[in-house]
């Protein structure tokens, strides 16, 4: 009982460890609901924790109504990534990266579901890429969205 209440309490520090990182940019409603919040579409941004000089937007859906107003929904699979290069990066710190590493985490409910952007570092092409993709507990989803950043010097 006391190894359950443990994993479970690691498991929200850690989705919360991460919620903080993404600014809200804005919101567009896709479908109105009379009680609690519209469903809607939420455009966030954040900035690369290990490689200064990349953000990378993200909008996803996000459930409305009375569940969703008190945090109870599930939101659902779907969601989009843009990143680019926003200034200086330095080079010699790339071969460094661990690909698949999580540079972003956010819960889509209250503790099974999260929706992740993992880093690939493609050496032959010097190119940074971002995949976005929710998984759960016990099954994730195929749904997902990438978006490559190229490397360039920056003056």
């Known amino acids: 009982m ?3 209440i443990l994993l479970v309490a690691t498991i929200v520090l850690s989705i919360l460890a991460f919620t903080a990182a993404a600014e809200e940019i804005g919101d567009v409603s896709t479908v109105f609901k009379l009680l609690g919040a519209n469903h809607k579409i939420v455009v966030e941004a ?3 924790p290990d490689v200064p000089g990349v953000a990378c937007h993200i909008s996803r859906a996000k459930t409305g109504g009375v569940k969703g107003a ?3 929904a599930e939101d659902p699979s779907d969601a989009s990534i843009a990143c680019r290069q ?18 972003f985490k956010e ?5 099974f579901k999260s929706l992740q952007v993992v880093r690939f570092y493609d050496k032959k092409r010097n190119v940074l890429v971002y995949l976005a993709y929710s998984d759960k507990v016990i099954e994730g989803s195929p749904k997902n969205s990438i978006s490559s950043v190229p490397v360039m010097k920056w003056d």
């Open 46 to 48: 954040f900035d690369d």
């Open 107 to 111: 819960s889509l409910s209250l503790v």
């Open 2 to 4: 006391k190894k359950q």
């Open 70 to 72: 008190v945090g109870l």
């Open 86 to 103: 926003i200034g200086a990066i330095d080079a010699s710190k790339l071969g460094q990266l661990k690909n698949g590493e999580v540079v």
